[in-house]
């Protein structure tokens, strides 16, 4: 039976539309036209390839994106015991399926993970955030680039070169280090206030705010007063902004990509949490700015936003846009690592016993903690770093491929994406 003239129709565009949406070549699109064996082909005879590498069952043109939506067996809101079951179902290596079959490998083996991570190049291949991009390209007036997360090539080696050297110079944490042991007191005041026998309410809230006030001590240049029983609602404003975004940002990279023809829920939310972010924070360093100007004396260090803004090769919107970043990014991390450490070392009492012991004979009673006390807490180190192993802050940290390798015995080629887990 032929199809009739309106179906042919109404079958082109739908398929243009999801070409459209998902960005899919075929395989002919990047046919050369070499029919002989290549050296890579040979290399295929010999090693397993990414096609043999295991993982959930793939849906054609969804992929394994399946796993993640309503009648799978995954939630989003538990992508970390997501993936600690595919390590545990399919090994070092396992493979998921993106859109149009695009492949995207799991690496959990850490020599693997450490020999990609070695061999990366001067400017490596990250996948954007593609919500992102796109709405930064729409904002002209704020961004005149993607940002250091979202940039590629000679771009983000310009943005990184100008914009980090003050944040990674460990003289910076060490010259602030007497502020940041003054917010350290504040979080612990803060925190017997709101205990209420052997609980502590509302933890999460705290440990955000602590990452706010402790960030912006160290890239700002002062204490804000987030802390304080006294602060306003503009800290849980911000915390819940950054929430927000990041699990607008998950939904939207486990989803499918429907926000390119309508604003999808999790587009508007990335977007109101974004212009939250951007204007909250941009109050803040206005107000700053403006106070400096009004002193006459000159702080004996300088802060890292000062750093940045004293930057001669960047736009003002590229300085102002990498502050608000760096704040809101630090919000998130501080805070996720304070929750995860802590509920590590609540879960065993022999850690929380020998933690205290060190800790009270490195820093004895109403004395300040010194740099030297750090270098010695060996304990306390060796804590945060099982912490970071076991409950990864930033988990799925994802390059491309720029050139061959091989990996826990399967040869993957230039061009396959992966992330850690």
Not at 19 to 35: D, H, L, Q
Not at 311 to 337: M, Q, S, V
Not at 346 to 369: F, H, S, T, W
Request: proline letters at 5%; charged letters at 25%; glycine letters at 4%.
């Amino acid at each position: 039976m032929l199809v009739s003239g309106s179906w042919c129709e109404a079958i082109v565009v739908t398929l243009a539309i999801l070409v459209f949406v998902t960005g899919y070549r075929p395989p002919w699109w990047f046919w050369t036209g070499n029919s002989h064996q290549s050296h890579r082909d040979k290399i295929k005879d010999e090693f397993p390839t990414v096609r043999d590498i295991p993982g959930p069952f793939s849906l054609p043109i969804l992929g394994t994106r399946w796993i993640f939506s309503w009648f799978g067996y995954y939630r989003m809101e538990k992508i970390h015991l997501a993936y600690k079951d595919m390590n545990q179902h399919y090994g070092p290596l396992c493979k998921e399926i993106a859109l149009w079959n695009y492949p995207v490998v799991s690496v959990y083996s850490r020599h693997d993970i450490e020999l990609v991570l070695r061999r990366s190049p001067r400017y490596p291949l990250r996948p954007p955030q593609e919500i992102i991009s796109y709405y930064r390209r729409s904002r002209k007036d704020r961004y005149t680039n993607l940002g250091l997360v979202n940039e590629q090539g000679e771009t983000w080696q310009k943005l990184r070169d100008a914009l980090t050297p003050k944040l990674m110079d460990p003289k910076t944490v060490l010259g602030y280090f007497p502020a940041l042991n003054k917010v350290s007191d504040d979080f612990i005041s803060l925190i017997k206030s709101r205990r209420k026998g052997n609980n502590i309410h509302g933890f999460e809230e705290l440990a955000y705010t602590m990452g706010l006030e402790s960030t912006c001590t160290l890239i700002l240049g002062r204490h804000l007063g987030f802390l304080t029983d006294t602060s306003t609602t503009l800290t849980t404003k911000l915390a819940e902004a950054v929430r927000i975004h990041f699990t607008a940002s998950r939904d939207a990279f486990y989803g499918l990509p429907l926000w390119k023809i309508f604003p999808t829920t999790y587009y508007k939310q990335l977007i109101e949490s974004e212009d939250t972010i951007y204007n909250i924070i941009s109050e803040l360093l206005e107000t700053i700015i403006c106070e400096q100007k009004d002193d006459a004396h000159d702080a004996p260090l300088e802060a890292v936003f000062q750093s940045i803004l004293r930057e001669k090769t960047l736009d003002i919107r590229d300085k102002k846009a990498a502050i608000i970043d760096f704040i809101a990014a630090g919000i998130h991390t501080l805070g996720n690592t304070l929750v995860f450490i802590f509920h590590l070392i609540g879960r065993n009492p022999e850690v929380q016993k020998n933690l205290y012991d060190e800790v009270a004979m490195l820093a004895p009673k109403n004395c300040d903690i010194n740099a030297d006390n750090l270098r010695s807490a060996t304990y306390l180190r060796a804590c945060i770093n099982e912490s970071f192993r076991f409950i990864p802050t930033t988990p799925c940290i994802a390059r491309i491929l720029d050139e061959s390798i091989t990996l826990s015995g399967y040869h993957l080629d230039p061009g396959v994406s992966w992330n850690n887990n």
